[in-house]
């Protein structure tokens, strides 16, 4: 299986990436993917984040991909050219707080992210919706068709327990992608991903419908 969401010391997790690479190892993971918050980097700390990525590529048994996860703003997604060619995929997430009734706000920035083409996986998509609102069954309709449009996939976060079935099984039968993610930020937390799993097996999704389902 795949973790394709994790966090190092190169943003706010707390572990290094080999020990998240070897607690993936561990849980007998196929592809583990590193993905620390875009904000936390120079471009020479880029770098250095990159080479030590590309170092343990070399060394270890499973596929580990680099990536990164970027903030959607108000002009997009923070992710440039520079940043991406050296990327394997880039999840682009809201973490921005709208408050109540924000669900219109939320959405828009999603389809900015959608319309990207830096930008491979929309990140815990949903997660504020049960404090800013849910959308509207047209809105979801409108994610949904950029989505398979622009060819982007999204992640079913085992952190944050989204998107909803429905949402995944819309997904499936439309052809787009899907990935596993934990979201962790402390390595015994990488490789986690049986609720992920379960959802995309409730959906009726197999591993083709994942990302990356080339290297599983
Ligand atoms: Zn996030
Ligand atoms: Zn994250």
Known sequence: ????????VYSDGIGLIR???AWAEKRGLKIVGISDHIHFFTPSRFSAYINEINVIKEE???VVLAGIEANILENGPDITD????????????VHEWFGRNGTHEYINYVKKAIMDDN??????????FPWIGYPTREE???ILDLAEAYGKAFEISARYKVPDLEFIRECVKRGIKLSLATDAHRPEDVGKVSWSLKMLEKAGGTKEDLIFSEYL
Do not use: C, Q
Request: aromatic share 8%; glycine share 6%.
């Open 1 to 8: 299986m795949m973790d394709l969401h994790t966090h190092t």
């Open 60 to 62: 270890s048994e499973i």
């Open 19 to 21: 020990d998240n690479v």
């Open 82 to 93: 520079e940043f991406r060619k050296k990327l394997d995929y880039a999840i682009a997430s």
């Open 140 to 142: 979801i309709d409108e």
């Open 119 to 128: 930008v491979d996986i929309i990140g815990h998509f949903g997660n504020s």
